[in-house]
């Protein structure tokens, strides 16, 4: 059985620019959550997706935004670039849309910005 | 407010027990859990236990629930050097105008001294 594939794994970027992440959930899981994850924030939520709709939201600036598509997978977008934005962003998959059993972590993407 | 706490550090020999804490401060949590992160890695889920449930054992690992204090530990029995990882704790409850959604603690850091 198939993770939770995230692509790429690596990505550098300038400021100013725009980014986009893919995610591949488990098949089945209709589930998708964000995360950011730095050394000085720890792991932050971003968004939640369920059949195509943001299910809930965290504290991120409008430049941040994503989408799932009718097959569960989903992309995220950071656009504007800072670098702060520099961290690792983790997508996971979960078979309840509540998250209720946990989820299953993707390898992230790890977002360089220069 | 949401709130997961854990100390950011735990050093144990090999063989020992090692034993993660974690507080919280949402008396409505309604799942806790344990995610464990090795290098360049994502998250992967070690257990969970229901807010009803006091213990629950798995192979080496035991978590322990006070709820009264919102206290939850991990205790990894014989720990080995592949223990080695960053453990998260984790909590998600249902709110009623939206869906769940999993806060993460900041991480400890368990290094297993041979």
């Known amino acids: 059985k198939a993770g939770v594939t995230q692509t790429p794994r690596y990505l550098i970027k300038t400021r100013g620019q725009q980014v986009t992440l893919s995610c591949s959930p488990i098949s089945g899981h209709r589930s998708v959550s964000w995360y950011q994850q730095t050394p000085g924030q720890g792991l932050q939520f971003l968004f939640e997706y369920f059949s195509e709709t943001q299910r809930n939201k965290g504290n991120f600036p409008g430049r941040f935004s994503g989408r799932q598509f009718s097959n569960s997978r989903s992309e995220m977008n950071v656009s504007t670039l800072e670098l702060g934005d520099s961290a690792l962003y983790l997508c996971?998959?979960?078979?309840?849309?509540?998250?209720?059993?946990?989820?299953?972590f993707g390898s992230g993407t790890r977002l360089t910005v220069v | 407010g949401e709130d997961v706490e854990q100390s950011l550090f735990l050093s144990v020999r090999e063989g020992d027990s090692s034993v993660i804490n974690c507080t919280y401060t949402?008396?409505?949590?309604?799942?806790l859990y344990w995610y464990k992160q090795e290098p360049g890695a994502g998250l992967q889920l070690l257990t969970y236990?229901?807010?009803?449930?006091d213990m629950k054992q798995d192979q080496r690992l035991t978590v322990l629930l006070n709820k009264k204090d919102k206290h939850l530990s991990l205790r990894i029995a014989d720990t080995q050097t592949g223990d080695s990882a960053i453990y998260f704790c984790?909590?998600?409850?249902?709110?009623?105008?939206?869906?769940?959604?999993?806060?993460f603690g900041p991480g400890t850091s368990l290094s297993v001294i041979p």
């Open positions: 236990i229901f807010s009803n449930m």
């Open positions: 949402d008396s409505s949590s309604t799942y």
């Open positions: 984790a909590e998600s409850h249902y709110m009623k105008t939206s869906y769940d959604k999993v806060i």
């Open positions: 996971a998959s979960s078979l309840l849309y509540r998250g209720s059993i946990g989820y299953t």
